[in-house]
């Protein structure tokens, strides 16, 4: 399940703003590599800059060790989804836009205080669109949690060679272009992975003198067929919903 990224008033800089633990950003993209790895190229080759777009201080974790933890501005946050390249990435960037649109919605100007009256209607207003911002994030997170649950449940539940069978399929579920959705497969099965499929199908057909195709290399080879149909059943969600139903009775 997805836990949802908390966003919270600090302080960056001189301002006092809107932000994010990039720990918990880079715990929901799920991505790979370690933390620290992750956040220190990124703010290097992009750009950012300490105390205006994150400031960075040490904590003590659950362990008892010290680490360091960044707190970044949704802005950074965004770019940062964006360039995961990821399903999760376009989630959490679509959150962070939206969780932003109704946090500029529920602002209002100072009330007149001298006008009691009119200071507590201001006040309930503001209250009651708060309240609605805080049950409309619940409302995403709990949706957030069901594609996520639909893309585990559909990797557990489909059997090896269902999961083949699909993927063959689903490249050309409605007519869609085959040859761009498996180089999509491909590429992004590449990130994931930190690989090259076509040199090592390449250096794999020289060395035993067979042909092999790309599919089958990562299916009998590497032995990583789910995770390349986990990773379309995130590019594909819909088109794999429906083959799913097709070939079981999932209910």
């Not at 933390?35 to 994150?54: A, C, E, L, M």
């Not at 500029?104 to 006008?115: E, G, H």
Request: charged letters at 35%.
């Amino acid at each position: 399940m997805y836990k949802m990224i908390k966003i919270e008033r600090r302080n960056i800089g001189n301002e006092r703003i809107n932000a994010v633990d990039a720990r918990e950003l880079h715990e929901f993209l799920g991505l790979k590599m370690q933390f620290t790895d992750w956040i220190k190229p990124k703010i290097k080759d992009y750009g950012f800059v300490i105390n205006s777009d994150f400031y960075r201080s040490k904590c003590i974790a659950e362990n008892g060790r010290s680490m360091e933890t960044y707190i970044i501005t949704i802005d950074m946050a965004k770019e940062l989804s964006m360039i995961s390249k990821t399903e999760k990435g376009k989630i959490a960037r679509k959150y962070f836009i939206d969780c932003e649109k109704k946090l500029k919605a529920i602002q209002v100007s100072l009330p007149n205080f001298d006008d009691p009256i009119a200071a507590a209607k201001a006040w309930i207003a503001e209250r009651e669109k708060s309240i609605a911002l805080e049950q409309e994030t619940k409302k995403q997170a709990k949706e957030i949690e069901y594609k996520n649950d639909i893309i585990v449940g559909y990797n557990d539940e489909v059997s090896l060679a269902k999961k083949r069978k699909i993927l063959n399929r689903v490249v050309r579920h409605k007519n869609a272009d085959f040859k761009q959705r498996w180089r999509l497969l491909y590429r992004e099965f590449n990130d994931a992975n930190r690989c090259n499929i076509k040199i090592r199908v390449n250096n794999y057909e020289k060395k035993y003198n067979k042909k092999i195709s790309k599919l089958e290399y990562i299916d009998s080879v590497m032995n990583m067929l789910p995770n390349l149909y986990e990773i379309a059943v995130k590019l594909f969600t819909a088109d794999v919903d429906e083959l799913v139903q097709e070939l079981y009775d999932l209910k």
